[in-house]
């Protein structure tokens, strides 16, 4: 199982009014949806979108409606933190905010402050550490408490916390000012204090004081969001024998896989090399296939600064899906040919940022049997057009089929 991840689904200018998917050069994936069952997968009924862990935890047959409130609790299983039945579970990301002026250190939460950056300048690990460790020192509380995580992502535990506050993804408020995009309802306020407080700490720490001096971002806020209570899974292995693993750089999404009873490695988000991470990624496929029953790879979509203008990610995105295509999904293919008991099935979702349309244009995914492979089509293109005609699949019950009559 192939998850391409937060593909934007909107056309681009710069590429002949076509989205990504349709100006990309694509074909391996291309040739697959000629050989194999190309249609649109989702979840009927679903007002959120379809991507990240939400489509992860539908993939894996489980009703997101009952079993996703949200990621946070799949970042604690990631981490190893332990959860009591009260606690509610943070994202809590270090995001970039500016003002006209500079970076905003003097103004309040609201219209003057703009989300400049929601990876906090491409932190690195080890300086969230001491950003981390600042905010709990001087953020005194006995009810929050925060545990690092990786780079810009880490975890907010509030003990007999409110679950209910209207939080936002960050990504959704790239670029724009973030006054419309802040919690909302009953225990708001305390969330804004915080970000608040974490603004005044974070303005004057050592690290950001040198990020500043090296011509970087600085990391000048943590953003909350995504919160849940504890969940508890049933496993997968209770509907069928399964083994299986999730290789993915994101620790919610792997914490998905751990709540269903998959094991979970990380790959590194970035890397100098895009073409070796790939595949390495389609290496690691093929030796976790000679002992389990499934491999999930999760292929996110690189996010972009919005300082970098519309044609530069574009380019961008087109450049990375050819990758994709090329490096991982061309080697996939060649091992379900080779295999017999070999099946590939690979899905692309949106970005949860998509400016340029209401909503989102419907993803395609494709199932190729390899040895058993079905008749070419000469008009299937992977792409969202060619989707568009094809009956909505239900990704709950999809996996059964991708899986239950192997």
Not at 21 to 28: E, G, I, K
Not at 315 to 320: D, G, I, K
Not at 368 to 393: C, I, M, N, T
Request: proline residues 5%.
């Amino acid at each position: 199982m192939v998850h391409i991840d937060g593909i934007p689904a909107h056309a681009f200018e710069e590429l002949g009014a076509c989205t990504v998917l349709q100006a990309a050069q694509t074909p391996q994936l291309d040739d697959l949806a000629r050989h194999g069952e190309l249609g649109r997968i989702g979840i009927p009924n679903e007002s959120r979108l379809f991507t990240g862990e939400l489509a992860f935890l539908s993939l894996l047959g489980y009703d997101s409606q009952k079993w996703f409130t949200g990621p946070g609790v799949f970042e604690s299983l990631n981490l190893e933190v332990t959860l009591d039945r009260n606690d509610v579970a943070y994202l809590c990301d270090f995001v970039t905010l500016r003002a006209e002026d500079g970076w905003g250190d003097s103004k309040k939460l609201g219209v003057s402050l703009v989300m400049d950056d929601i990876l906090g300048g491409g932190l690195d690990t080890e300086e969230a550490r001491e950003l981390i460790d600042a905010i709990n020192e001087q953020f005194v509380s006995e009810n929050i408490q925060f545990y690092i995580g990786e780079h810009d992502r880490h975890l907010m535990v509030w003990a007999g916390g409110y679950a209910k506050v209207g939080c936002r993804n960050p990504r959704e408020a790239l670029g724009q000012p973030i006054d419309g995009y802040l919690a909302t309802g009953d225990q708001s306020q305390v969330l804004r204090e915080l970000m608040e407080a974490s603004r005044m700490i974070l303005s004057h720490h050592l690290v950001n004081q040198e990020r500043i001096d090296a011509g970087l971002k600085p990391a000048n806020c943590l953003w909350p969001w995504g919160q849940t209570k504890p969940v508890d899974l049933p496993l997968l292995k209770e509907r069928w024998p399964l083994e299986g693993v999730v290789v993915s750089p994101s620790g919610p999404y792997r914490g998905v896989g751990i709540a269903s009873g998959l094991k979970a490695v990380k790959v590194e988000a970035v890397t100098e090399d895009r073409a070796e991470q790939l595949q390495k990624m389609a290496e690691m496929a093929a030796t976790i296939l000679e002992k389990q029953d499934l491999a999930c790879l999760h292929v996110p979509f690189p996010i972009l600064s919005s300082d970098q203008g519309q044609s530069t990610q574009a380019s961008a995105y087109v450049e990375n899906l050819q990758q994709i295509d090329g490096k991982l999904i061309g080697a996939l293919r060649q091992r379900c040919m080779e295999a017999s008991d070999t099946r590939l099935f690979i899905v692309a979702t949106p970005s949860a940022s998509n400016p340029q349309a209401s909503a989102p244009a419907p993803m395609p995914y494709v199932l190729y049997e390899g040895q058993s492979a079905g008749v070419e089509s000469s008009e299937a293109v992977f792409d969202e057009q060619a989707a568009f005609h094809r009956p909505l699949r239900n990704s709950a019950i999809f996996f059964e089929r991708f899986f239950g009559n192997a």
